[in-house]
């Protein structure tokens, strides 16, 4: 079965709290990727591949700074699996109330995309 994409137009505030999103992932998996003192090209070609994974996306999200609204076409796991980790972080915002994050704009973020994975092929989220 191949891979189920869908379109989600983000305004900036929501493509600003997916990019932090994605960055924090992206610095979680790096620091958990082990690389030896003198690394192989296996290491190496690994690590690559994760950056290129989070790349794109993040381009796309002008790293949390665009200038307008951003369409996003992204598989469905992924968009399913950030709006999750959206909800965790909120909740995690809740928790320690010393945090910087909005986790009333990390709870929209994820509702927006949730509303994207309702089967909608296009859903258009402003603030």
């Not at 983000?10 to 992206?26: D, I, K, Q, T, Y």
């Not at 794109?56 to 700074?65: I, K, M, Q, V």
């Not at 929209?108 to 603030?127: H, I, M, N, Q």
């Given at each position: 079965?191949?891979?189920?994409?869908?379109?989600?137009?983000?305004?900036?505030?929501?493509?600003?709290?997916?990019?932090?999103?994605?960055?924090?992932?992206?610095?979680?998996r790096w620091e958990s990727a082990s690389l030896?003192?003198?690394?192989?090209?296996?290491?190496?070609?690994?690590?690559?591949?994760?950056?290129?994974?989070?790349?794109?996306?993040?381009?796309?999200?002008?790293?949390?700074?665009?200038?307008?609204?951003?369409?996003?076409?992204?598989?469905?796991?992924?968009?399913?699996?950030?709006?999750?980790?959206?909800?965790?972080?909120?909740?995690?915002?809740?928790a320690d109330s010393q945090e910087d994050d909005?986790?009333?704009?990390?709870?929209?973020?994820?509702?927006?995309?949730?509303?994207?994975?309702?089967?909608?092929?296009?859903?258009?989220?402003?603030?």
């Open positions: 079965m191949p891979e189920q994409d869908i379109v989600v137009t983000l305004s900036p505030v929501h493509a600003r709290h997916l990019a932090g999103a994605l960055r924090v992932e992206l610095g979680m030896g003192p003198l690394p192989c090209r296996d290491e190496v070609e690994r690590l690559r591949a994760l950056l290129d994974e989070y790349v794109e996306p993040l381009e796309r999200l002008g790293w949390g700074e665009p200038l307008g609204d951003v369409r996003l076409r992204w598989r469905v796991d992924a968009v399913s699996g950030m709006a999750r980790e959206l909800r965790q972080a909120a909740e995690e915002c809740c909005d986790p009333d704009g990390l709870l929209e973020t994820a509702r927006a995309l949730d509303e994207a994975l309702r089967g909608v092929t296009e859903v258009a989220v402003t603030s």
